[in-house]
């Protein structure tokens, strides 16, 4: 399996989520926020986590225009699989890949800590190591998680089955208490957690181990 | 702009004493001119000269095998085998902080990372050690809500993750909080860069954000006392952004890579003066300064701003001019300004031109070789009074009072505002004792722990000097760390009084006496005078953050109890109730001296400890609170309860060092006797953890509730 992680200037999670790939038994590639293609043959695109462009006009909003993103975009629509976490995820939804937006936390704060995630649904290459309704322990990080969506969007999410994941105690005030969602295609997935923070014993435990192995495993050609 | 005449006042304005300016003229035979005054102002303020505490600082041991670079560069290096090295320094960004609490400590967090880059090294771990006035103090909430958003806002986007730190609240710090930041680093031991320059017309390369007027007198501000024009002062703090901070990294060990860099220097306390006097200095060279072609961001900026701007994210370089081309690569990919902004040169000279006109001319070693160097008075503290009766309290009434108060409650509410993961090899995140991180791709593993116990250091300035290293000794070897090296962050009130003086130089005694012993040498520091709000000094606080080394992964002592295991104590008690926790939290009395410090002990209980670690499967060091609070601790870690058998309140609360709790099964409890009884150690079985209780003697509450007491104390005093 190919993977193309994504620089930005500003990404700081980008090793952790090349790492995992790595453990995972991915080929990886680290892309520059520049380059305006993607490495031949790049099974998934990851969009780690960071500060992109410094996050200081809206997260993900400037990122949502380098040259790297329309390269995505494309990826994306070609039928490509986008795993994209914390600013990667606020970047997908800027970019118009997922839909809603990611507000301020509703604590105004900056929030480190490991949550339980409720699997919402393993249809889908990134979920299907997991059972729908399993709880796992995810690490998040970030000051603007607060996932919103208008009613309508939020129940097509719901009705759809493209929540991938909700959070067991609300962190920071996302509607439908989401932590992750799917595309229409559940070819990308869009998450505020850090499953790369949870894919070592040693560090922050192992429950984010079955996404990458089932990427790996689902994309890997048998 | 005319510049302003040279007048006393102007002098005085500039922090200079009149003796300082005779100085001055005896050096240059002339009146100075503005830009002139500015920079003398700027080298030889209290911060940037370290007047009043070099002599004393001398004293401090420096060396060992482990250390390659001792103080005096940006940061420490020492060795941690494999051919690789750690880079760390402690710094304060206090009088900012107080000022203006995001910005403050944001840039506070935002230098000590330079000053880890600058020297080749990837930041890999921080720590914060703050200190706060009294919870009801009307001031304290704004600053610590400032001071945590301002480090985590800087650090968490920068992408370090925070591996501990401390926060206490004082009277004392009402008018002058305290925020000492640290950083490490990782490097090849061999490629550490230093900021000697070498070479004559070799070109001085400035790179990252523009100059601004931002920070012009920073320097000289927080060498002084506060009063109640601190309001005033608000305009001489700086204003950080840490994504150019991170490019600017980024960009600075790319630069390293090509071997364009001859010798790099960050701009920190007074900006373009420090760092370029720094490296001329070092190499032994002058250097010219032509400063329209100083990137700014601001118009008709004077030499004498340009010169004194405190903008942050700026770095200056003296690189190999044939590898200009790739420099300027790595500059435009990282989309960095950079400029040619001078050259060294041959002469002794510091020459500052500004569009073709002379600015400053001034002799570039005598900056700082003739700088002024006080051997203050100083009066040795008076012995503390014997304490009074203390009277016997119920220990878990006792212990609920503790868990309540911010300074012994769980610090979530804070360590959660900070990325503790993010590099992904966060082994322990803050909580308990040291924090680890792996060293990336290796079995290797760095623990890091910050420590002082001011109420000791004003009782007895060197017994507490002593015991801060002391408890960072304990801390490292709590996780079965091998400690290291020092690094100390000395913050006092004003040297120029005689008993604060006194306060400095017991705990630099005490420091040093420790360091030497137990092998822990202060590879880099930092010091922080005038810490006083109209004439009132905060408690001496001479932080210590120190660095241990972990061999491989089954090295790491754990921290998680398990139902049925044994409680043991390992070191003696007495009993000493001496400015503790218990009589400070639960009586309001801060009386008699500071703990005994035994280095001897400390040593052989530590080595004990690391020996047997197979028969430890968790472990923390007993430091304020005592072993009531240490084994509660232990308890809430994992949610197991403990039953310990005596009740008596100076066996329970009493603060006696070189002393650790221990939890293992009954076997390994047997076999760690055996152990102690061969090495000398005391070994004491206090109870055990079981059940969902915490039971002293006979006084027993529920775990659960307790925790939520602990859990929630700090953010009902000061959120």
């Known amino acids: 399996m190919k993977a193309a992680v994504i620089v930005f200037p500003g990404s700081n999670c980008d090793r952790d989520l090349a790492v995992a790939f790595e453990q995972a038994g991915a080929d990886v590639t680290m892309v520059w926020h520049k380059d305006s293609t993607l490495p031949e043959g790049v099974d998934i695109v990851g969009v780690p986590g960071g500060f992109s462009y410094g996050d200081y006009l809206r997260c993900g909003a400037i990122a949502a225009k380098s040259p790297v993103c329309q390269a995505v975009a494309a990826h994306a629509s070609r039928g490509g699989y986008v795993l994209g976490v914390c600013n990667g995820f606020q970047v997908l939804t800027e970019t118009g890949l997922l839909p809603g937006a990611l507000l301020r936390n509703a604590g105004l704060k900056y929030i480190c800590k490991t949550v339980g995630l409720k699997v919402q649904t393993s249809n889908s290459a990134f979920t299907e190591g997991y059972n729908a309704g399993d709880v796992i322990g995810i690490p998040i990080a970030h000051h603007d998680g607060n996932y919103y969506a208008d009613d309508e969007t939020i129940a097509r999410l719901q009705g759809e089955d493209r929540v991938a994941f909700t959070y067991t105690d609300n962190p920071n005030g996302s509607r439908g208490d989401i932590a992750g969602i799917l595309s229409e295609n559940r070819r990308v997935l869009g998450m505020m957690p850090h499953p790369e923070r949870a894919a070592d014993a040693g560090h922050g435990g192992t429950d984010g181990v079955a996404l990458f192995r089932a990427l790996t495993g689902a994309l890997t050609p048998a | 702009m005319q510049d302003p005449a040279i007048t006393p006042d102007l002098i005085a304005a500039h922090g200079l004493k009149p003796d300082e300016y005779d100085r001055i003229l005896e050096i240059i035979g002339r009146e100075p001119t503005f830009t002139e005054l500015g920079i003398f102002s700027a080298m030889w303020n209290e911060h940037c000269s370290y007047k009043s505490s070099k002599k004393w600082l001398r004293t401090l041991p420096t060396e060992g095998p482990q250390v390659i670079c001792g103080p005096g560069e940006n940061a420490g290096v020492v060795d941690i085998g494999d051919g690789q090295a750690v880079v760390f320094k402690m710094e304060s960004h206090n009088h900012p902080s107080y000022i203006e609490p995001y910005q403050g400590a944001a840039t506070g967090v935002g230098g000590i990372l330079r000053d880890v880059f600058t020297m080749g090294a990837r930041p890999i771990a921080s720590m914060n050690s703050l200190s706060f006035g009294e919870p009801s103090h009307p001031k304290t909430r704004q600053l610590v809500s400032g001071v945590v958003a301002g480090v985590g806002g800087y650090g968490n986007c920068f992408g370090v993750p925070c591996a501990g730190g401390e926060v206490r609240f004082h009277r004392a710090y009402n008018g002058n909080c305290l925020v000492n930041a640290f950083a490490a680093g990782l490097a090849d031991a061999d490629k550490i860069f230093y900021s000697a320059a070498s070479g004559v017309g070799m070109p001085v390369v400035y790179l990252g954000a523009k100059t601004g007027r931002d920070g012009v007198g920073g320097a000289t501000m927080a060498s002084a006392e506060f009063d109640d024009t601190i ?46 006097v720094e490296m001329g200095d070092k190499g032994g060279l002058g250097v010219r300064l032509d400063l329209e072609k100083v990137p700014v961001r601001e118009e008709n900026m004077t030499a004498y701003e340009m010169m004194l701007s405190e903008s942050q994210e700026r770095m200056l370089m003296v690189l190999f001019p044939e590898k200009e081309a790739e420099a300027k690569a790595v500059f ?47 009066v040795p503290t008076p012995e503390a009074a014997p304490l009074g009766d203390v009277p016997q309290v119920d220990p878990i009434d006792a212990l609920k009072m503790l868990l309540g108060s911010p300074n012994y409650a769980a610090k979530q509410w804070v360590y959660e505002q900070y990325d503790t993961m993010v590099m992904g090899d966060s082994a322990r995140t803050p909580g308990l004792g040291a924090g680890i991180i792996r060293v990336h791709g290796t079995g290797k593993a760095l623990a890091f722990t910050s420590d002082v116990t001011p109420r000791y250091v004003k009782a007895n300035p060197e017994v507490g000097g002593k015991q801060a290293v002391a408890e960072a ?103 000493h109730l001496g400015q503790s926790a218990l009589l400070a939290e639960v009586f309001g009395r801060e009386e008699g001296d500071a703990p005994e410090v035994d280095l001897d002990a400390e040593k052989r209980n530590g080595e004990f400890i690391r020996a047997n670690r197979e028969l430890i499967t968790a472990c923390t060091d007993v430091a304020d609170g005592g072993i009531a609070l240490a084994a509660f601790e232990l308890a809430e870690k994992t949610g197991v309860g403990v039953h310990l058998d005596s009740d008596a ?54 775990l659960g509730d307790l925790a939520e007491i602990y859990r929630g104390g700090f953010a009902a005093a000061v959120a």
């Open chain 2, 231 to 276: 309001e005033e002062k608000r305009p001489t703090v700086q204003v950080g952004d840490p994504f150019t901070e991170k490019r600017l990294m980024e960009a600075c060990l790319e630069l390293m890579k090509t071997g364009a860099v001859i010798s790099i220097q960050d701009m920190g306390a007074a900006g373009l003066t420090c760092s370029a």
């Open chain 2, 332 to 378: 435009d990919k990282w989309d960095l300004d950079f400029a040619i902004v001078g050259e060294t040169i041959a002469e002794d000279r510091f020459l500052i031109m500004l569009d073709g006109e002379v600015k400053a001319d001034l002799p570039l070693s005598k900056l700082s070789s003739e700088a002024p160097e006080y051997d203050r008075p100083w």
């Open chain 2, 473 to 575: 000794y304990r801390n490292l070897t709590a996780v079965g760390a091998k400690p290291l090296a020092t690094t100390d962050n000395m913050n006092f009130g004003n040297p120029e009084k005689p008993e604060i003086m006194g306060q400095f130089v017991g705990a630099i005694k005490g420091i040093g006496a420790a360091c030497l012993a137990l092998d822990m040498p202060i590879v880099s520091g930092n010091v922080s005078l005038y810490n006083e709000t109209d004439g009132a000094a905060i408690l001496p606080t001479p932080t210590i953050g120190a660095v241990g080394l972990i061999a491989s992964p089954d090295e790491i002592i754990g921290c998680d109890v398990r139902e049925g295991h044994q409680l043991l104590l390992v070191g003696d008690t007495r009993g």
């Open chain 2, 649 to 702: 309140t100076p066996l329970l609360f009493g603060e006696d060092q070189a002393r650790y709790l221990v939890a293992c099964n009954f076997d390994k409890a047997e076999a760690l006797m055996t152990a102690a009884a061969q090495a000398g150690v005391t070994l004491t079985s206090l109870g055990k953890f079981t059940g969902d209780s915490v039971k002293f003697g006979g006084s027993e509450a529920a």
